[in-house]
């Protein structure tokens, strides 16, 4: 089993432009989301998903759209990359043991 | 609102010696707590988690951590350090007061803390 795999691993844009970080996983996780890591604030939620169909907003949901249309696959879209964008992303899953999620090993985005 | 306070960047233990991380919360309601830890170039690994029961919890790799509800605290334990548990390591808290797995189901992470074990 592959788990949690992300693509593109490294990414530069400029600014203005838009594009689409790929997250899937084969563990049958109803429970996917997408975080931002920031040096000195840690992790935070950009958005989730509960299951197909069902997505919500995290703690910082500007700039950043999502659709689960599948179980397998939860796509984060950048629709105008602004330099404020630069990050390191990380997708999860979290199956039935609660709080236990399963990241994978992350897109790091810098945007010019 | 729920919240994580990991009060220490970074964390020097030399190897052999105990180490702790240290970590408190604010909630709402009953808290879930969590550790996970990441190594360079890496995503996060789950380490373990208080629900409830025994306020003194053991996880992966001979880490344990230990729920304090008086002083709201969740510190990270190890008693001998290895070279090899360098890297940083986050605190998370979830609230939930419903029946279901996804209620207020959040899971809000600490800033994490870069331990180094000294050789």
């Known amino acids: 089993n592959a788990g949690v795999t992300q693509t593109p691993k490294f990414q530069v844009l400029k600014t203005g432009q838009s594009m689409t970080l790929q997250c899937a996983q084969d563990m049958n996780h109803e429970y996917m989301s997408w975080y931002r890591q920031d040096p000195g604030m840690g992790l935070r939620l950009i958005h989730y998903s509960v299951g197909a169909g069902i997505t919500d907003q995290g703690e910082v949901p500007n700039g950043y759209n999502v659709s689960r249309s599948t179980t397998e696959d939860f796509p984060l879209r950048l629709l105008s990359a602004a330099p404020s964008q630069t990050s390191v992303y990380f997708c999860?899953?979290?199956?039935?043991?609660?709080?236990?999620?399963?990241f994978g090993p992350g897109t790091r985005l810098t945007v010019l | 609102a729920q919240s994580v306070a990991q009060p220490e960047d970074q964390v020097n233990v030399a190897e052999g010696n105990p180490l702790t991380v240290k970590c408190t919360y604010s909630?709402?309601?009953?808290?879930?707590l969590f550790w996970y830890v990441q190594y360079p170039n890496r995503g996060l690994q789950f380490l373990l988690k208080?629900?409830?029961?025994?306020?003194l919890v053991k996880g992966s790799y001979g880490f344990e951590a230990e729920f304090n509800k008086s002083q709201t605290s969740f510190h990270l334990k190890k008693p001998s350090a290895l070279v090899s548990d360098s890297a940083l390591y986050f605190c998370?808290?979830?609230?939930?007061?419903?029946?279901?797995?996804?209620?207020?189901?959040?899971?809000?992470f600490g800033t994490g803390t870069r331990l180094t074990i000294i050789p």
């Open positions: 998370a808290v979830r609230v939930t007061w419903v029946i279901s797995n996804f209620g207020n189901e959040k899971l809000t």
């Open positions: 909630v709402s309601g009953n808290p879930y």
């Open positions: 999860a899953t979290e199956g039935r043991a609660v709080g236990e999620q399963f």
């Open positions: 208080y629900i409830t029961g025994d306020n």
